[in-house]
């Protein structure tokens, strides 16, 4: 017996018939688990009689729904390999990741048809895609391209012949690396089982439970919740676009337990006015992640009777890598918790070994959900995963009770005056001001020192001052920790996982102003 | 990575280091993860420290508690494999399960200290054990046997050396099979894993669940349960024997959630007078099995709020088959539902073909959580699992919805008292009597005990009553499969290729006898 992930759908839609499988929040569709699957089916077998068959590449650019979900499930039932895009990107990326990843279908959303179009006229050099399917409700679509409802409806929702299974590749998702050029993580049957696995066994996910997805599904942190969802019997309650009125609109209309948003998003719900006056008693606990959450945000949840829980992961890692409760959040803040049930982390320094408690070292990763590889790169694959330890490249110190703190990404480390200096460290200090709203700390050149640290901060109170934010750090902070600069700023800017952007910080903020 | 089921204590002990781990009901302890997980280490130290090593085969006669538990881990984390012997048997039936396993260690509670010395005192021969020891409080020991707290005492309870993974054996569970002979069940590290992640992603437990088990240890419907509990987070209340009031009580005491009973034993609790009084509210579900749960029994527990899941599964399929929910098994009165996550059921003719809607057929499962095989009988083996499907000789139908319903056991075995019984242990028992001539058993319906045994017999000689033959039995068989009734025919009906016809005889003797 062979795992195929397509097969979780199938075997949902026959345990809970009568369950909601899908809710789509903006264009109020709703679909039983049966009703998922045999669009799947549809979907599968259109794909088949175009040609589709084991290992070829089918690129999704698609927003949150149906359709993703559905064609996700149909390519994986059928053994051809899932590309998820993110449709932030511009053509010139889009292309690069087409062409890496030599897909030969593309399905795309009609918001998208201007990008697609623009792929499309490079001609059949620029990409591999054969066949353009268009998901649309409005008449037009764009010419050379197939209508999705159309091959949909004229195919069988029978169960297609399953094409793949256990360790062969069931999607490749693009990460930006240090180099610039996006990489693929090939992930396989297997490991996107055992990422379900793990997040069933370390999180308090319930059968039945209405679980509310905000962040794109092109990105891991989303993607393995809704498949988990599916796995588990619990409805995925989807969004295209963030929208805090409209989510809180959504969690008392829908009954959602369970939230997945990053913590900006968060804050954004604490910010619209009259917030209390929504029904939230139905949420349990939200899953945050991506940056770390403030402990005065914890705080104003649990007020509300809503734990954040948090979540440190990877692409690479198929999302998994450690968690921490509400209640570890508050007595430990800053930590990112524990490893999740069947996943080892250790940090270890430069030789290899096991840090002391408290000394920095990089975060290594091991578990069976952690990827295959990288697509067509066994270099970087092999600098990456070593000995079966995936090398996240992230910095973290372990206390002695095993929680893991993440310092900082490796590469975003400012070395000033022969010290490393690790910008969350910093950030977590800057957030604890009561004016502060959000914070990012980058490294600007010092002729003096080589870098130095600069605070680029949102207020929270318009009457913040450069001077109360350098005071604020004073003696929390070793001196040569501490900026001595800080530049407001209305927004910072981030990423559609809410990671912060710090090449766009250091872009805009070149050099030390000089006033 | 290498998956060892010991390191799922060791896991949980880390991420959840306050929460209660175990407790015993009649002695009153309670453990933390870390401090179960601080024992078997000490376990898995001093059985290294007598030379215990992957591989060799170590034996449980143990009752429900902290030493059952933490052996299981330690014996597993070493790579060992466990051997837990059901404590209702008789010294001659240990002895064949000790020698056919070639076990070398014996744990075994005092209470138990009667029929060990009488194994120890078949001498070298009879079996491989080489170390013997005693679990117990009293000063007394058995004179050839080690105490266990003094052996636990004098280890270290560090992490010993991971000594298995994946597919080496992890346990060897004995069942009755159609000779009369008992087989040793073998599941490896793997196996295991797969049965409780299929129990985490059907049934509704829950991080933080209080799960109550009375059923013995040494049964896979106790043992999944239990390794289930420590992988997910859920703290095992271990009863060592059924009392119902005593249930009630901890029920009430212990905030139980979830319970593990068989009908029986549901039957039992609703007997007890003023049974209303008691505080169950804490009580979310049952999971019960073994036996068909009559509807009023379902409905009695609706009435307080507490839903009864039925599950069918075999000590092959390491527990899991087919569950029912309660609102189903309402409806579908008589179905055990449908197949497990991740798991696979088909019912099919003799050719091997699915059987349509309402046509009897042969059970098969399938499921990475299936038996290796039979210890040392690969003809067992090999007519067992064919294709990679178990054939469990079980009969049962399909309705169009695709609910099972177990009809009948192939094999003809007799379940009473949650007990598996096969006929055929006991009619060669009962032929070994000079007086009888031929002999059938047969499973009655039992108010008390689901089914009882009924032996109806041909004599060979005129003289042989019912007391001999109930008093034959004795000190051969264990005392829940010994024949209390006999009926005596003048001969017993058989097919033309001589097989009898159990069915014919079931039919002539649908009741006890009420004398």
Redesign the interface.
């Known amino acids: 017996?062979r795992?195929n992930i397509g097969l979780l759908l199938t075997?949902?839609a026959?345990?809970s018939p009568a369950m909601d499988g899908l809710v789509e929040v903006e264009r109020g569709r709703r679909f039983t688990f049966p009703g998922v699957n045999a669009r799947a089916n549809r979907t599968a077998n259109a794909l088949r009689a175009l040609g589709v068959g084991p290992g070829d590449r089918v690129a999704l650019l698609l927003m949150n729904g149906v359709e993703f979900t559905e064609s996700f499930f149909a390519i994986a039932k059928i053994g051809a390999v899932v590309v998820p895009l993110n449709w932030r990107l511009v053509p010139d990326e889009l292309a690069f990741i087409l062409g890496d990843s030599g897909a030969t279908a593309l399905v795309f959303d009609e918001e998208f048809r201007t990008t697609v179009s623009n792929l499309h006229g490079r001609g059949a050099g620029a990409t591999a895609v054969r066949h353009w399917i268009e998901v649309g409700t409005s008449a037009g679509r764009a010419e050379f391209a197939r209508a999705y409802d159309e091959i949909q409806a004229d195919a069988s929702d029978a169960e297609p012949p399953i094409g793949a299974g256990d360790d062969d590749d069931a999607y490749i998702m693009y990460t930006s690396g240090t180099t610039g050029l996006p990489k693929g993580v090939v992930h396989t049957h297997e490991s996107v089982l055992w990422a379900c696995?793990t997040i069933?066994?370390?999180?308090?996910t319930?059968?039945?439970d209405r679980y509310a997805i905000v962040l794109p599904l092109f990105h891991v942190g989303a993607l393995t919740p809704l498949l988990g969802n599916v796995?588990?019997?619990i409805t995925s309650v989807l969004m295209r676009a963030f929208d805090p009125v409209r989510l809180y609109e959504t969690i008392a209309a829908e009954r959602v337990t369970v939230l997945l948003a990053v913590p900006a998003m968060l804050n954004f719900m604490l910010q619209v006015p009259d917030h209390g006056q929504y029904d939230v008693s139905s949420l349990r606990w939200v899953m945050s992640g991506a940056a770390p959450v403030p402990v005065t945000l914890i705080e104003s949840y649990a007020k509300r009777g809503i734990e954040i829980v948090q979540v440190y992961g990877l692409t690479e890692s198929c999302g998994p890598a450690c968690l921490i409760n509400p209640e570890d959040a508050i007595t430990h803040a800053g930590s990112t918790g524990?490893?999740f049930?069947?996943t080892?982390v250790r940090v270890v320094d430069e030789a290899g070994t096991d840090v002391a408690p408290g000394t920095p070292g990089e975060v290594l990763v091991?578990?069976?959900h952690v990827m295959k590889g990288y697509w067509n790169r066994p270099d970087a694959t092999a600098e990456t995963i070593r000995d079966?330890w995936l090398h996240t490249g992230d910095v973290a110190t372990v206390d002695a009770?095993?929680f893991v703190y993440i310092n900082d990404r490796k590469k975003d480390m400012i070395i000033s005056g022969g010290e490393n200096i690790y910008p969350a460290e910093i950030e977590n200090v800057i957030l604890s001001h009561p004016k502060v709203r959000e914070v990012a700390v980058i490294g600007q050149p010092s002729a003096k020192w080589g870098e130095s640290p600069l605070a680029v901060v949102v207020k929270q109170d318009d009457s913040l001052t450069e001077a109360d934010v350098v005071e604020w750090s004073r003696g929390k902070l070793a001196g040569y920790k501490r900026p001595r600069t800080v530049r407001f700023v209305d927004e910072i800017p981030r990423n559609p996982a809410g990671k912060i952007l710090k090449r766009v910080l250091r872009d805009r903020f070149p050099e030390p102003a000089t006033e």
């Open positions: 017996m795992n075997k949902r026959m345990l696995f069933a066994l370390t999180a308090d319930r059968y039945r796995q588990r019997g524990k490893p049930f069947h080892d091991r578990g069976k079966g009770e095993g």
